[in-house]
């Protein structure tokens, strides 16, 4: 199975509003380049170019989308509002009734690839 097909089989299996969410978002994150790759790594759905982007894990009361390397990226529509305090990763929990920011995230998804791609050159 590839992870496109194991993705549309996860976001198949997510009930009400949580499957209705993450289906929008992987939505979002694939049209945001046409060079992001999907993936499937521990166990959630993962999109990269250039390195990790992000990944969405729908849990038991939310829907989370953790940017790999959300710490040293600015946010100035302060789009993410858990694992603040992590020393890489930065996440967005959603839960029910919240209206979900679609342009920040969109801007999230950007500064992401841009950072991946700078990191890249460095190397």
């Not at 992001?36 to 166990?43: A, L, R, S």
């Not at 829907?63 to 390397?69: C, E, G, L, M, P």
């Not at 305090?85 to 009734?97: A, P």
């Amino acid at each position: 199975m590839t992870a496109s097909e194991k993705i549309d089989q996860d976001i198949a299996g997510t009930e009400g509003w949580k499957g209705t969410v993450y289906a929008r978002l992987r939505e979002l994150i694939v049209a945001s380049s046409p060079e992001m790759v999907e993936e499937w790594k521990w166990n959630s759905a993962t999109w990269s170019r250039d390195g990790l982007v992000c990944s969405v894990s729908a849990f038991k009361k939310h829907v989370a989308v953790i940017f790999f390397k959300g710490a040293s990226l600015d946010d100035p529509d302060q789009l993410f509002n858990s694992s603040l305090d992590g020393n890489t990763m930065r996440s967005l929990k959603i839960l029910e009734g919240d209206k979900v920011d679609e342009k920040a995230i969109k801007k999230m998804l950007t500064a992401a690839m841009v950072f991946n791609a700078s990191e890249k050159r460095v190397k």
